[in-house]
């Protein structure tokens, strides 16, 4: 019994790895048939793929697309695992709330960091694209999540990356929130200056940022 | 026209160098040889020029000839020798075909991916074409064709949304990518009527409208690395060469697929001079279908500053064009950089340029975009340290050249006398 599980845990992993969401969906199918252990089917598959994938990336083996498609095969995944792992008390590294700013429509780097975290073990409430700066607020003081990440790709909407940290600190939230900053106009000086105390280059760093903010490993 | 680009070729070749240079015979100089100092061109600068003029985006992003005139007067605000003054390129055949729209008072208009046009491979048979002359914002399109002819005194040129951003546009970049692996045959079949029932009759209407005879696609989703260069090869090639044959055949010399050459490498320990080589050459591939070892060197929209420069500029060393000589280049500065600065950097910056490209000629220098917020200071100081670096003769030692911090007047001010 414990070798179909691991075979079919090994099938799940390489499908998300190897960017295939079809056979993620199908894969995590046998393996739920196979196993009511949900967690481990998130820790031997889902998260090891993707941090595998992860260095990939680094190493200039995977592009752009290897990533989405993974992040493809990981979200067909969790659809099918998350409505279980809901039922149990699954403890998380920490919430995350993340969202794109005001007037802006592009969520790919956003979604990309949101499916990273989860993969890791972060619990994440993405707020979406052409996010009000009152959301963001609302949203820190309703949930109370350890970390907001916040991502803008238009230097037009940019700006309101600041007005949003600053609408947190008018609202007397700041000291209570870390605050991480991404999106392809951005830069590590830009969120510094912003007010932030991270900046994301991409998922893969975005993640390793959250987690030493968080003094998490 | 025809008389710059011929003073500019007498120039630049070393047959006659008298006289001032315009923008354009600047360019051709300097592409041929060398000009007074090397040619500046730009293309995405209308954020930073809309909030320069503080124009607003209600206006900007809907008047053609408000648009041209603002890119245009803050290009000459800050000596800029041609600017490419389009806006919003990757939305106007989305808008038109139906594309949901986010349209904001302060930023440019944008395609709202939550809802993609094509949900699912049965909505592309719902889309009516061919693109209308009224349909969407075309109307603005064609308005900024004219006017750019008419401001510049050249040809007429239309610029569109080449086929592989287009298809992000239309069916957003995750569902694309999935298409082109799980589902290639919808994908070619979309790809297809991109360029047979989209580009092909809109490069017609607009060539109808304002006599533009060349087109040029612009295709940032198909730069390395948003696509590998397997699937620029399989994907983003074939139907640029599919739109130049079938655009031909109407007298229109479309150019897609040029973004392909462009390395947007933003990881600095990722920077591979290999990769970079072989962009050049697919985008040599793309435009013209000649299959070449070598390409023309773009610096384009990657994080130029913290690259080897000095492996770029043995690569235009050891690949010279037999009788031709050094291959012209288009030297850059990253967005985000210019708009970062600090002055002193981009001095730096631009004087190491100047020392390792313009020294040997043939060297451009081009702002691929410059963001909203940049500072005029930070614009103003990359041009007038090109100028003041890159003045011909080059002197021998460029540390012996003094930099004064460029004196400028405020747009506004300036904008009134002209």
Redesign the interface.
């Known amino acids: 019994m414990s070798g179909v599980v691991l075979s079919a845990l090994e099938k799940l992993k390489k499908c998300i790895k190897e960017?295939?969401?079809?056979g993620a969906k199908a894969e995590t199918e046998k393996a739920l048939e196979e196993t009511e252990d949900v967690s481990k089917i998130v820790k031997e598959a889902l998260v090891p793929a993707i941090m595998e994938a992860g260095e990939l990336w680094?190493k200039?083996i995977y592009?752009?697309?290897?990533l989405?498609?993974c992040?493809?095969a990981f979200k067909e995944s969790m659809a099918l695992l998350e409505p279980k792992l809901s039922q149990k008390k699954v403890k998380s590294l920490g919430r995350v709330v993340i969202g794109v700013v005001?007037?802006?429509?592009?969520?790919?780097g956003k979604?990309l960091v949101a499916v990273w975290l989860r993969s890791t073990g972060f619990e994440v409430i993405d707020l979406?694209?052409?996010v009000p700066i009152e959301t963001f607020v609302e949203k820190v003081k309703e949930l109370k999540p350890a970390v907001v990440g916040i991502s803008a790709y238009?230097?037009?909407?940019?700006?309101f990356i600041k007005d949003v940290i600053e609408a947190i600190r008018k609202a007397g939230l700041r000291k209570k929130v870390k605050i991480i900053v991404g999106g392809?106009?951005?830069?590590e000086?830009?969120a510094f200056d912003a007010g932030a105390d991270a900046w994301g280059?991409?998922a893969v760093d975005a993640v390793e940022k959250v987690k030493a903010l968080l003094g998490v490993s | 026209m025809i008389a710059s680009i011929v003073k500019g070729a007498l120039y630049g070749l070393g047959v006659r160098r008298k006289g001032t240079l315009d923008g354009l015979s600047r360019v051709v100089a300097s592409a041929l040889g060398h000009a007074d100092y090397p040619s500046v061109v730009s293309a995405q600068i209308h954020?930073?020029a809309m909030?320069v003029a503080k124009v607003p985006?209600k206006k900007f992003f809907f008047d053609g000839k408000t648009a041209v005139e603002t890119i245009y007067w803050v290009s000459k605000w800050y000596g800029i020798d041609i600017p490419m003054s389009f806006t919003d390129v990757y939305n106007y055949e989305a808008e038109a075909l139906g594309a949901k729209m986010?349209y904001?008072g302060?930023?440019?208009p944008?395609?709202?991916?939550?809802e993609p046009l094509i949900k699912k491979a049965e909505d592309l048979d719902k889309i009516k074409t061919p693109i209308k002359a009224d349909w969407g914002r075309i109307p603005y399109v064609i308005d900024q064709i004219r006017w750019n002819a008419k401001i510049s005194g050249s040809a007429p040129i239309a610029i569109f949304c080449s086929p592989f951003s287009l298809a992000v546009g239309l069916r957003s970049?995750?569902a694309l990518?999935?298409d082109?692996?799980?589902r290639p045959e919808f994908a070619h079949k979309l790809f297809t009527w991109i360029v047979d029932e989209v580009h092909v009759p809109y490069l017609q209407l607009l060539k109808k409208e304002t006599g533009a005879k060349i087109a040029m696609g612009a295709d940032a989703w198909a730069c390395?690395?948003?696509?590998?260069l397997d699937?620029i090869d399989k994907w983003v090639v074939p139907y640029a060469k599919r739109l130049r044959k079938a655009c031909a055949k109407k007298g229109i010399i479309a150019l897609a697929g040029a973004a392909a050459g462009d390395y947007c490498e933003?990881?600095p320990e990722?920077f591979?001079i290999e990769?970079m080589k072989k962009c050049w050459s697919m985008a040599v591939r793309a435009i013209s279908g000649i299959d070449l070892n070598i390409g023309m060197p773009l610096m384009g929209m990657g994080r130029t500053q913290d690259w080897s420069l000095e492996a770029l500029r043995e690569y235009r060393h050891k690949n010279k064009i037999p009788i031709f000589g050094l291959l012209p280049t288009i030297t850059n500065i990253n967005?985000?950089f210019i708009?970062?600065g600090p002055p002193e950097k981009i001095v730096d910056y631009v004087k190491r340029l100047v020392d390792l490209f313009a020294r040997d000629g043939r060297m451009l220098f081009m702002f691929v975009?410059i963001?909203?917020?940049t500072p005029p200071e930070h614009v103003h100081t990359a041009i007038a340290a090109l100028k003041t670096y890159g003045r011909y003769p080059i002197a021998e030692n460029l540390d012996t050249v003094t930099f004064e911090k460029p004196v400028f007047e405020p747009f506004e001010e300036w904008v009134k006398k002209q």
Do not use: C, W
Request: aromatic share 6%.
């Open positions: 960017g295939d969401p079809d680094k200039n592009f752009l697309p290897d989405v498609m992040a493809e005001s007037g802006d429509m592009h969520d790919l979604t979406g694209v052409d238009m230097s037009t909407s940019m700006i392809v106009t951005t830069t000086k830009f280059r991409d | 954020e930073h909030t985006a986010i904001s302060h930023s440019m944008t395609i709202d991916f939550r970049y995750p990518i999935r082109m692996r799980s390395y690395p948003n696509l590998s699937m933003e990881d990722k591979d990769i967005a985000r708009r970062e975009q963001p909203a917020l």
